[in-house]
Nanobody, 116 residues
Framework: QGRLVESGGGLVQPGGSLTLSCAASGGMITMPYSVGWFRQAPGKEREFLAVITTTGGSPYVADSVKERFAISRDRARMTVDLQMSDLKPEDTATYYC????????WGQGTQVTVSL
């Protein structure tokens, strides 16, 4: 079954930036119409962050991160990217991508750790 695969996580210092990428895998030829980014910190529920449509239009970023995060589609790389800036320790989490409704199987995500 097709799924989405996340990449780009890592260890970054507070105030730093990271760009995460989401790509189709496992037989999925094209990206879903809408792709969203989510995150889950240990002991917390999964949190919706942002969503964008196939055409790259109607991007939406949650109020909690909209001053620091942006979502975009890279047509050449066929990815949906989450640009994160001014990262804070509380951004430490596993980041996932999925359809806006979370209809695909959840992948392993990519770990983002913000620490000195």
């Amino acid at each position: 079954q097709g799924r989405l695969v996340e990449s780009g996580g890592g260890l970054v210092q507070p105030g730093g930036s990271l760009t995460l990428s989401c790509a189709a895998s496992g037989g999925m030829i094209t990206m879903p119409y809408s792709v969203g980014w989510f995150r889950q910190a240990p002991g917390k529920e999964r949190e919706f962050l942002a969503v964008i449509t196939t055409t790259g239009g109607s991007p939406y970023v949650a109020d909690s991160v909209k001053e620091r995060f942006a979502i975009s589609r890279d047509r050449a790389r066929m990815t949906v990217d989450l640009q994160m800036s001014d990262l804070k320790p509380e951004d430490t989490a596993t980041y996932y991508c999925n359809t806006e409704s979370g209809s695909l199987p959840w992948g392993q995500g990519t770990q983002v750790t913000v620490s000195l």
